[in-house]
């Protein structure tokens, strides 16, 4: 069965720093997508960024980045120039991408509760 | 654009009140909706999936009489949980998909308080 590992429960960075949140996976699939998700305390899901497997290039949305490191099974999320605003919980989820699983269910990691210091 | 919108984002009733969520697709056709319930300082847990016009599938440990589902329609699925007690109270988030490679995006949420 698929894990997804959030190693760091909580991380602070300093406003206008860069901030790196790490998160590994466990799979035996080769094709599958990764996802980053946004929980500020109004508690809505938002869509940070996604990754497909089989890119090589990592995928990129303005201030956000991530290192997709296939082999090892890591998938990190890098924020630039960090915001008051994203202070949030972070979490980590993975999708396999099987033609037999039409449902396309989540497997979500625990979460890092990101703060930022003004 | 793929907006989901929940209501009610926050509902107080009495033991014993059976109380429904609506989840609604408002810019695209939601092929599948998935119900989760989150607890304080904790991940989503998925509850169940629904895709539109069929029954539901929950997962393990989660009671069908109790927490009823229906899709039935492309851009409507709802939650009622029956003869809610206590223990039912949490936060419940609803999801929307549209197309199988793509992400699912979620409503704001309903905060149950069962009395």
């Known amino acids: 069965a698929q894990t997804v590992t959030q190693s760091q429960p909580e991380m602070s960075v300093q406003e206008a720093e860069t901030v790196t949140l790490s998160c590994t996976y466990d799979?035996?699939?080769?094709?599958?997508?990764l996802f980053w998700y946004k929980q500020p305390p109004s508690r809505q899901m938002i869509l940070v960024i996604r990754?497909?497997?089989?890119k090589q290039q990592n995928a990129t949305e303005n201030r956000f980045s991530v290192n997709f490191q296939k082999a090892a099974k890591s998938f990190s999320l890098k924020i630039s120039d960090s915001q008051l605003g994203d202070a949030a919980m972070y979490f980590c989820?993975?999708?396999?991408?099987?033609?037999?699983?039409?449902?396309?269910?989540?497997?979500w990691g625990a979460g890092t509760k990101l703060i930022i210091k003004p | 654009g793929a907006v989901v919108s929940q209501h009610p984002s926050w509902v107080i009733c009495k033991s014993g009140t059976s109380v429904k969520i609506e989840c609604r697709s408002l810019?695209?056709?939601?092929?599948?909706m998935f119900w989760y319930r989150q607890f304080p300082k904790q991940s989503l847990m998925l509850m169940a999936t629904?895709?539109?016009?069929?029954?539901?599938?929950?997962e393990q440990g989660v009671e069908k009489d109790k927490f009823l589902i229906n899709h039935a329609s492309l851009t409507l699925s709802t939650l009622t949980v029956t003869s809610a007690h206590p223990e039912d109270s949490s936060f419940y988030i609803c999801?929307?998909?549209?197309?199988?490679?793509?992400?699912?995006?979620f409503g704001d949420g309903t905060r149950l308080s069962i009395l």
């Open positions: 799979t035996s699939e080769s094709d599958y997508y």
């Open positions: 999801s929307a998909r549209g197309q199988r490679y793509q992400p699912q995006h």
């Open positions: 629904s895709n539109e016009g069929s029954k539901a599938t929950y």
């Open positions: 810019d695209f056709q939601a092929t599948t």
């Open positions: 989820a993975y999708r396999r991408d099987h033609n037999m699983d039409s449902n396309y269910q989540l497997i």
């Open positions: 990754q497909e497997a089989y």
